[in-house]
């Protein structure tokens, strides 16, 4: 057989093409941190991804991932490449999907507060999951201050994330706090100096009591402090503290507290994306999302369900 030289030439050109499995898996390993972490997800062991990021970096000639004992993070050019694999991926996702007729595919990773994902997460995804089948989902629990470094970081796709301002322009929900305890009337309440369960101070939860104690001159103490919800449910179940949640989130069998207690702030709930321009999966979750979160209403009986919009 002979070969032009543009032949020759266009051979050279194929051997430089990029994987497209190579990309996937790079873009995985980018947002979790860790090959490890990434290694469980697409289904490959530690080792075997390892190489294939190797060989992306060989075919590249350039070095994409600072490499350490608590895991990976990206290079100049691994930052620069993770732009141009999620944008490249997300426009093959949508051409298989128009050209076979086929519906939505992808992955997309969503982040929310654990209360939040309680409260919300099985409503909001039942139809969405269940008219896009073959969108893979990745759920991130965490609260909203460390989900927006992960969000800069490319490391989760979006997120529902807790805003002070309940009036902003991008809140398509507005919850408020409560005070929550074992009985309607705590007899801690009596006690010179309440004691409180609260999350990590950085949260706004935190900020709301603090302040809102701080406001009308009442003693308080943080006696119990978890930066997971089940444990601020089980502290205030056992009747030794006080805590504060948002109303979506309180299970049936704890109290909302009013009386002898100032009243708490009303937050929002925004919608944040890592990408100007998200993949076509994260922008049909997007869309979900908005349309649907403001409709859904508590489980919490009477007076104490949350209308639409609140």
């Not at 590249?60 to 991932?65: D, I, S, V």
């Not at 809140?171 to 705590?186: D, G, L, N, T, Y």
Request: charged content about 20%; glycine content about 6%.
């Amino acid at each position: 057989m002979i070969f032009l030289q543009s032949d020759i030439d266009w051979i050279d050109g194929v051997r430089q093409l990029l994987d497209l499995a190579l990309l996937r898996n790079f873009a995985v390993v980018a947002r979790s941190g860790s090959i490890s972490l990434a290694s469980l997800q697409v289904g490959r062991t530690q080792s075997a991804l390892s190489m294939q990021m190797q060989r992306l970096e060989e075919a590249l000639g350039q070095a994409l991932l600072h490499r350490s004992g608590s895991g990976v993070r990206l290079t100049v050019a691994g930052e620069k490449l993770l732009a141009h694999a999620e944008s490249l991926l997300a426009r093959h996702d949508e051409i298989l999907a128009d050209m076979g007729g086929a519906g939505l595919k992808g992955s997309v990773s969503l982040g929310c507060p654990e209360d939040y994902s309680i409260a919300f997460l099985p409503d909001l995804l039942r139809g969405f999951l269940a008219a896009h089948p073959d969108v893979e989902l990745r759920m991130v629990c965490a609260p909203s201050s460390e989900l927006r470094p992960l969000l800069h970081r490319r490391q989760i796709d979006m997120a529902l994330v807790s805003v002070p301002d309940p009036e902003g322009n991008e809140v398509i929900r507005r919850e408020s706090f409560v005070w929550v305890a074992s009985e309607p009337e705590p007899a801690i309440l009596a006690q010179d100096s309440l004691p409180l369960a609260l999350s990590a101070p950085v949260t706004l939860d935190y900020r709301a009591a603090c302040d809102a104690m701080e406001a009308v001159n009442r003693r308080y103490r943080v006696a119990f402090a978890s930066n997971s919800l089940a444990g601020l449910i089980a502290i205030a179940r056992s009747g030794h503290a006080i805590s504060v949640l948002t109303r979506m989130a309180v299970p049936p069998d704890l109290h909302i507290v009013a009386a002898g207690l100032p009243t708490l702030p009303t937050i929002g709930i925004a919608l944040e994306f890592a990408e100007l321009k998200p993949s076509s999966a994260a922008k049909a979750l997007g869309s979900h999302i908005r349309a649907v979160l403001p409709t859904l209403r508590s489980e919490r009986a009477g007076a104490e369900a949350v209308l639409p919009g609140l």
